[in-house]
């Protein structure tokens, strides 16, 4: 259950990012200190919430990488793929038709996302992402384990010192989906020795980290630049922090299952987040256009993302049961859970 829990926060976490982002856009007065603090927020959570993420992904795929090409292209490829195309296709007409994403091009069209089918510029490029790195991890399992590591870890810095984009992204992040794919026993290892104590020094040591290099350079976060491998390293620090948490909070039943509830609905959570954080946005102005409250324009980020992953989570219950629409949500050429949304 730690391992779905923590997915979950992840998932929450890229949510609440892209919410802050709504500051930027937004028609009600929001106060500079509120603003900063938020972004100064979603900074120090940025090594963190994507990374982790990828780590647990490589986790949950390590069966499959080790299993043979059919079954990898039928539950990890094909699957992601699938579910990439079809939200891309979705997003696409909710985008050009009734809700205008103010971090696209206002010009975005068909002719961009049919671009994005090969370089993923958009909030789906994790699924993107997924598909392409199962399939490099299985051509890479025959080759040490060491070297593979180093070499990746080694290419994913050297890339995000010569220029942040989604290349070098994408490079660092698969470092990050080996990771869990090919020493699942590291990370199972995290979580045998999981403490208080390990988590607080943890969680101290990446915090005190972050403060220090705030005053060296603001962006550091979001452009690590000659930082990368430091970078690369407090991910690792902050990583096991949360694992270590939720392994120690998921002893509970109670909490452990509703990590776990979460956690194996990521998908549904991450492919509708976007556009129901429009609305959400969209509703909280006209609010504030009548109401105006300090408080809840503090609470914002809080409020729309609580909004958001709550409908995004109805949305999903509800479609599962119709079977005619549900497939947005259900991988039709698979049986069993490997068919539903529930392990995105």
């Known amino acids: 259950m730690w391992a779905d829990s923590a997915k979950a926060f992840c998932v929450i976490m890229v949510v609440l990012g892209h919410a802050v982002l709504w500051y930027g856009v937004t028609t009600v007065s929001v106060p500079q200190p509120v603003y900063y603090a938020w972004v100064d927020v979603v900074s120090v959570l940025t090594p963190v919430r994507i990374p982790l993420f990828f780590i647990l992904s490589g986790y949950f795929a390590k069966g499959a990488i080790g299993g043979n090409w059919r079954q990898l292209f039928r539950r990890r490829v094909a699957s992601s793929g699938y579910f990439y195309m079809v939200w891309l296709v979705i997003l696409t007409g909710i985008y050009t038709t009734v809700a205008h994403n103010p971090f696209l091009p206002g010009d ?33 399992s025959r080759v040490p384990t060491h ?65 220090l290099m705030q005053r060296v350079d603001p962006h550091w976060n979001l452009i690590p630049g000659w930082f990368a491998p430091l970078w690369m390293i407090l991910t690792l620090i902050g990583s096991c922090a949360v694992v270590q948490g939720f392994a120690i909070i998921t002893r509970s039943p109670r909490i452990g299952a509703i990590g776990h509830w979460v956690g194996t609905r990521t998908l549904p959570i991450y492919v509708t987040h976007l556009p129901l954080l429009i ?66």
Not at 167 to 185: D, E, K, Q, T
Not at 330 to 340: D, H, I, L, Q, V
Request: glycine share 4%.
């Open 279 to 344: 609305v959400a946005n969209a509703i909280f102005a006209w609010a504030m256009s009548v109401s105006y409250s300090p408080l809840a324009i503090a609470l914002m980020p809080v409020i729309t993302t609580a909004a958001a992953v709550c409908v995004a989570l109805g949305i999903y219950e509800a479609v599962s049961r119709v079977p005619y629409i549900r497939w947005i949500y259900r991988y039709p050429w698979a049986s069993g859970r490997a068919s539903t949304a529930r392990r995105g």
């Open 108 to 140: 975005y069209g068909w002719a961009n996302a049919a671009m994005q089918v090969l370089w993923p510029e958009n909030h789906l490029w994790y699924l993107w992402a997924l598909a392409v790195f199962v399939v490099l991890a299985k051509v890479l």
């Open 147 to 211: 070297i593979v590591l180093s070499i990746t870890f080694f290419v994913g810095t050297a890339m995000t010192i010569a220029e942040q984009s989604l290349a070098s992204s994408l490079m660092r992040n698969f470092f990050f989906f080996l990771l869990g794919a090919v020493v699942p026993h590291a990370l199972e290892a995290v979580v045998r020795v999981a403490k208080w104590r390990w988590v607080l020094l943890a969680g101290l040591g990446y915090l005190t980290a972050q403060l």
